[in-house]
């Protein structure tokens, strides 16, 4: 059996546990609301898990963020080798970690946050997984920026 590719998550940050190796995403991103064009968005970080195989694969990932007019944002490639798995030990999946850095976002819109693969370096690359990141130029609809700022009242002295 060959390695299988599992999942893609986007996020703006990942922790790694010392201890466990275990990898946590925070803030998982699949929209990004800027308050004006263009925009510096200072982190995107991808997450993707692969199951591994009785096989050894070694292969280059990439992963691309493309604007709606088909423009590449930000790009990072890594090579990587999928080890074979023994029976009943750990690890049992590989995951790989890309940061894209100052993402400079000029449109708004649908952009592709693309994962894709090749085996060879004059291959042809192949999508794994593809997520949809909506720019929006307004506030944030879960906070309301409108709303008047809060103020608490000084300390009542005793009596």
């Known amino acids: ?33 800027v308050a004006a064009l263009p925009t510096l968005f200072l982190r995107l970080n991808t997450v993707s898990l692969y199951e591994l195989g009785d096989e050894v694969e070694t292969f280059t990932e990439r992963v691309r963020l493309i604007d709606p007019a088909g423009g590449v944002v930000s ?18 999946s590989h995951r790989s970690i890309h940061s894209l850095w100052r993402l400079k976002l ?35 609809t879960i906070m309301n920026v409108q709303a008047p700022p809060v103020s608490i009242p000084p300390p009542v002295p005793p009596t």
């Not at 790009?75 to 049992?92: H, V, Y």
């Not at 592709?112 to 720019?135: F, K």
């Open 106 to 140: 000029e449109k708004p819109g649908d952009h592709r946050l693309r994962l894709d693969r090749r085996s060879t370096p004059e291959g042809e690359w192949d999508q794994l997984a593809e997520i949809c990141i909506t720019v929006l130029v307004q506030g944030n």
């Open 75 to 92: 790009m990072s490639e890594s090579p990587f080798s999928l080890f074979q798995r023994a029976p009943d030990q750990l690890p049992n």
């Open 1 to 33: 059996m060959k390695p299988r590719f599992v999942s893609f998550v986007a996020a703006e940050g990942v922790a790694i546990d010392q201890l466990s190796g275990r990898v946590t995403a925070f803030n998982m991103i699949d929209q990004i609301f």
